[in-house]
């Protein structure tokens, strides 16, 4: 992947929130990564994969929800949580429609040649 193709991800994570964290962004990604599972990603395999602990990985996810974080008026409506069904404590993250035109998005300037 060129430089090129980076700067124009990093915009438009920019374009998003231009203040957005680095760990934010990444969250977002392992999220999309885990898209097509049944319940998506728990906040725990995501603080697992991006070496942070769950309450920071907790408030990553409230920053790309619909709520935002306690610093913001709004979030970015990129994921929403849910219950697992089958064990109700373990909170799920799955991308939103918006969320996924974002990844889809992202997608397009990774392939584009």
Do not use: W
Not at 7 to 13: C, D, H, T, V
Not at 20 to 43: C, E, F, H, K, R
Not at 88 to 110: D, F, Q, S, W, Y
């Amino acid at each position: 992947m060129s430089i090129r193709k980076v700067s124009k991800i990093l915009e438009e994570f920019r374009k998003l929130d231009p203040e957005m964290p680095m760990q934010t962004a990444l969250s977002l990604i392992s999220v999309s990564m885990y898209q097509d599972n049944t319940n998506g990603l728990s906040i725990k395999e995501l603080s697992q994969m991006l070496g942070v602990s769950t309450a920071a990985a907790s408030r990553n996810i409230s920053k790309l929800s619909k709520v935002g974080a306690k610093n913001q008026r709004n979030g970015l409506n990129l994921v929403e949580t849910t219950e697992d069904p089958n064990y109700r404590v373990r909170k799920c993250v799955r991308l939103t429609p918006h969320g996924e035109r974002i990844i889809k998005a992202l997608k397009e300037i990774v392939d584009d040649n």
